[in-house]
């Protein structure tokens, strides 16, 4: 039956001169084995190599990285059927492999002894070539080192071929420094800013690209003139088919966060042409960590991440102690459906044109795990973003954040002990933040509190600033019914009233005194300033009572706040300051949530009360 099956001859037609493309050939696996990593590089990416038969021949393949589930999950098995549904004849070092892309096993044919006495379709016994090397694998054969042949890349065999100018392309997971003239077609995932670069032996400029096919991912470099040439031609999403000559060297891991243990040089007679057909685009791999899984994750450690972007910072610059150049970056806060958020940092150009609204769903490949305040993000120059990007996992994510609540509060990472470790910071309590007064330094730092609001102090709810749009100054009452701001030298018949509460809250363990602007204010006296300005001056004008009403009316409602906790400075005397910068009324179905989680860490089987 599974005999069969089995495309006897495929191997020989897919090698032959004219390049006959066999679709979906049926062959069966009659060895697997794991590549050992090369000397030097323990966190090499795992690569397979598996010998497929049609019962005449059979061929040495090398599994794509990215096909790499279907051995480790134990799918495929020595003496299974398989049918292949993408991949790619090469021929290196005048030997026949096959570079796997995609395949699946056909299961009702289950596991069988090899069929049929195959042979190896070369007639000469030869060495394997340096890439698949490996001792006693299956149709290995010692011979003398043979002299150097020229390369030739066999043509692109997929489920859609396509008709390409390019018919002879090689995969980029095939790529190495024995390959010679070969074509790629790659999409560019990334590219970075030009950069001068000096040092004993001069001085120049460069930049780098990541190039994208089905098999893999490759970082490329380009130097000096040859930078000037490529750079304008580069643009990232854009499909480009590049040519040899092109330097392939050992990749420099601290350069890039890609599984690749190659990187390109761009020479100055390399080809880069953009390609006429840009459909079918090789889409960009992601291998997410969980928000809520950072804790796991070792420091400087290089992770993609999906989250829902919750607020976002103004640009800033800081300035390197190394090079003493200026740097713009920009703070976002992401968060998932872990309920966990974290800050995660962008730079540059990608800094200063970042334009995503808030709840936009964002995808980061290559971003560096930091411990700094717990844990945080930084967006490597080799990394890049996708904003509401079409994969599964935003897809999913979305679902989750529109289903919940959208003003649920999140765990965050500020603030944790990265001695210890870290742990999620949960909503702190009012006695433990008071403990911690003592530790509060002239820099913010940041946390969750849930409280009711006691008392709202109504001296000074408000004041007046200018009507300008984004303006927000105080102005000064120079004359009735003219209101005068000073930065938009200009004067209005009234003010607009902004809220600057002062306010008490208390949960189990205690009280303590909270600030807040406009919106949050807003959100405690349930209307805006304007509205309660009037009526208190209107209050004052005929000896009423209403707005006092109003503020009582604001007290004994719960929320979940973000507060930013500072030193400050008063009279030389310190005095510490918690300013709101988020509040979300509760949401009682998640809350209830986390108290019936809180209640599963409990032995209730037991007489007393311990935590796990």
């Not at 010998?51 to 790499?68: E, G």
């Not at 930091?370 to 935003?394: H, K, Q, T, Y």
């Not at 189990?508 to 509205?531: K, P, R, Y």
Request: charged share 25%.
């Amino acid at each position: 039956m599974a005999e069969g099956a089995i495309t006897q001859g495929a191997i020989q037609s897919i090698f032959q001169a004219s390049g006959c493309f066999v679709e979906h050939p049926i062959l069966q696996c009659v060895q697997i084995k794991t590549m050992e990593p090369k000397a030097g590089e323990p966190n090499a990416v795992q690569r397979f190599r598996v010998v497929l038969s049609d019962i005449r021949n059979f061929i040495q393949t090398m599994i794509a990285t990215a096909a790499n589930e279907i051995v480790t999950s134990g799918q495929l098995k020595k003496g299974s059927i398989v049918r292949l549904l993408k991949y790619n004849p090469q021929r290196v070092k005048d030997k026949n492999i096959l570079i796997i892309m995609d395949l699946e096993v056909l299961t009702q044919y289950g596991e069988l002894e090899k069929i049929g006495q195959p042979e190896a379709l070369e007639s000469k016994p030869e060495p394997q070539p340096a890439a698949i090397s490996g001792n006693n694998f299956y149709g290995s054969k010692p011979a003398p080192a043979p002299q150097p042949q020229p390369q030739r890349s066999l043509p692109t065999h997929q489920s859609n071929p396509g008709t390409s100018s390019h018919p002879h392309l090689y995969p980029i997971e095939g790529l190495s420094p024995y390959a010679h003239k070969w074509t790629i077609r790659a999409r560019c995932t990334s590219k970075s800013d030009m950069k001068e670069w000096a040092n004993q032996k001069g001085s120049g400029k460069l930049f780098s690209v990541n190039l994208l096919d089905d098999t893999g991912e490759i970082r490329a470099t380009a130097f000096t003139e040859v930078a000037d040439k490529l750079y304008p031609i580069f643009e990232e999403g854009v499909v480009y088919y590049i040519s040899a000559p092109c330097r392939v060297t050992l990749a420099k891991k601290n350069f890039s966060n890609l599984p690749n243990d190659y990187e390109l040089q761009f020479e100055r007679d390399t080809e880069v042409e953009k390609a006429e057909d840009q459909e079918n685009k090789p889409q960009i791999r992601f291998n997410f960590t969980k928000i809520g899984d950072l804790n796991s994750v070792e420091k400087d450690t290089t992770i993609d991440t999906v989250g829902i972007l919750k607020e976002v910072a103004e640009v800033t610059t800081i300035t390197s102690k190394t090079t003493n150049k200026d740097f713009s970056k920009r703070e976002l806060t992401m968060a998932d459906d872990t309920q966990t958020a974290v800050r995660l940092t962008i730079w540059g150009k990608t800094a200063e044109s970042f334009e995503a609204p808030l709840e936009s769903i964002i995808a980061f490949k290559g971003v560096k795990v930091s411990d700094f305040n717990g844990r945080s993000l930084s967006l490597l120059s080799s990394g890049s973003m996708l904003v509401d990007p079409d994969i599964d996992e935003a897809h999913k994510l979305r679902g989750w954040f529109n289903a919940t609540d959208q003003n649920a509060t999140f765990s965050t990472y500020q603030n944790t002990s990265s001695s210890g470790g870290g742990s999620k910071n949960d909503a702190k309590l009012i006695s433990t933040i008071l403990e911690e007064e003592t530790y509060l330094q002239d820099t913010p730092s940041y946390m969750s509190l849930r409280a009711s609001v006691l008392y709202v102090r109504n001296t000074t709810v408000a004041y007046p600033a200018c009507s300008t749009a984004g303006c927000n100054k105080k102005v000064i009452e120079d004359n009735p019914g003219s209101w005068w701001c000073e930065k938009c030298q200009a004067s209005f018949p009234e003010p607009n009233w902004r809220y600057v509460l002062t306010f008490n809250v208390a949960d189990h363990t205690g009280t303590m005194w909270l600030s807040c602007f406009d919106e949050a204010g807003q959100a405690i006296v349930g209307m805006s300033a304007n509205e309660a300005m009037k009526i208190k001056i209107d209050d004052e004008e005929n000896n009423t009572q209403k707005f006092m009403d109003i503020m009582q009316e604001a007290t004994c409602k719960p929320f979940n706040f973000r507060v930013r906790a500072k030193m400050e400075t008063y009279n030389e005397t310190p005095k510490p300051r918690y300013q709101v910068m988020n509040l979300y009324p509760l949401n009682y179905a998640q809350e209830a949530n986390k108290l019936a989680q809180l209640i599963k860490q409990y032995e209730i089987n037991e007489d007393s009360l311990f935590v796990h």
